[in-house]
């Protein structure tokens, strides 16, 4: 099993450019996750789909969008890419969405460099 | 909304020895978790340790162990026998229970471990 998979590893882009970052999980998950870690802070929760066919806002989702293209991929968009959004990016899946033995496995992450 | 502080930045600790990383948080609700993750150079997020807060037992695990104080919603990370390779960032996060699987992470303290 690789668990989580998250393409690219690195990227850098300049202010105003889009694209996607992918992930896929091969646990048979239902929920998936999309964090942000800027440094020296812990991750953030941007976006959230606890089942297949529905996604929901998390803590900062303001400059992305997310689609939950099937049960093993959620992709994580952003449309005109900010310096702000210099970061790491996580994504996660857990088993389901409710109770204490859902840990949330996660990839190895993107180190995103707006200019 | 739930906060996760954690004050001590950086942590040494001589190899064998044993070190604790401090971790409080704050919240109204009376029923929800509290976890440990582990994020070595390679940026992979491994969960250490969980405690349920209507659980007044301490959680272990091997030489990992916490003090869980509810009162003072105080929750400390103890390392027994530091080893090498528990030099990393460590994050407390809590999650209620009674909103799905949102994590609210700490920033972080990193941990050294000294040969």
């Known amino acids: 099993n690789a668990g989580v998979t998250q393409t690219p590893k690195f990227q850098v882009l300049k202010t105003g450019q889009s694209m996607t970052l992918q992930c896929a999980q091969d646990m048979n998950h239902n929920s998936m996750y999309w964090y942000r870690q800027d440094p020296g802070m812990g991750l953030r929760l941007i976006y959230y789909s606890a089942s297949e066919g529905t996604t929901d806002k998390g803590e900062v989702p303001n400059g992305y969008n997310v689609s939950r293209l099937n049960k093993r991929e959620f992709s994580l968009r952003l449309e005109s890419a900010a310096p702000s959004q210099t970061s790491v990016y996580f994504c996660a899946s857990s088993p389901a969405w409710g109770g204490l033995a859902n840990e949330q496995y996660f990839g190895p992450g993107t180190r995103l460099t707006v200019t | 909304a739930q906060t996760v502080t954690q004050s001590q930045p950086e942590m040494s600790v001589q190899e064998a020895e044993t070190v604790t990383l401090s971790c409080t948080y704050d919240t109204s609700e009376s029923d929800y978790y509290l976890f440990w993750y582990k994020q070595p150079p390679s940026r992979q997020m491994i969960l250490v340790i969980r405690q349920e807060a209507y659980k007044q037992q301490n959680a272990t695990e091997n030489r990992f162990s916490v003090n869980f104080q509810k009162a003072a919603k105080s929750f400390s990370l103890k390392i027994s026998d530091s080893q090498l390779g528990d030099a990393a960032m460590y994050f407390c996060?809590?999650?209620?229970?009674?909103?799905?699987?949102?994590?609210?992470f700490g920033g972080g303290t990193r941990l050294m471990v000294k040969p």
């Open positions: 996060a809590y999650r209620s229970a009674s909103a799905g699987n949102m994590l609210t």
